[in-house]
């Protein structure tokens, strides 16, 4: 599945939750972000995987992370949609 299709599908299956948003869940989920050890390890893979030097766990374990950042993404957007709108998207 194309990145683009996985991004919308991702967002369609969030919409439900999207309509539960109250407007200080919206705001901790714009401020949440990564702890700083997930962030370096984040950075280290990706360097790795920039070098080829990436194990096939540690490949595994990047893009684990980059879902999972996906994910927060669509929350994040979905937040700032209903602290701008007052409604969810």
């Known amino acids: 599945m194309a ?4 991004n919308s599908a991702l967002e369609r299956l969030l919409r439900p939750l999207s309509r539960e948003l109250t407007a200080d869940l919206a ?7 990564a ?3 997930t962030q370096a390890r984040y950075d280290e ?3 790795k995987r920039s ?7 540690e490949q595994s374990e990047l893009e684990s992370i980059v879902r ?5 993404g ?8 209903f602290l701008a709108n ?3 998207c």
């Open 74 to 81: 669509v929350l994040k957007a979905e937040a700032r949609a």
């Open 86 to 88: 007052g409604k969810p």
């Open 68 to 72: 999972a950042n996906t994910l927060l």
């Open 35 to 37: 702890d700083t050890e």
């Open 51 to 57: 070098a080829g030097q990436i194990t096939a766990d």
């Open 27 to 33: 705001r901790a989920l714009v401020n949440l972000q």
């Open 45 to 47: 893979l990706a360097n």
């Open 3 to 6: 990145n683009g299709a996985s």
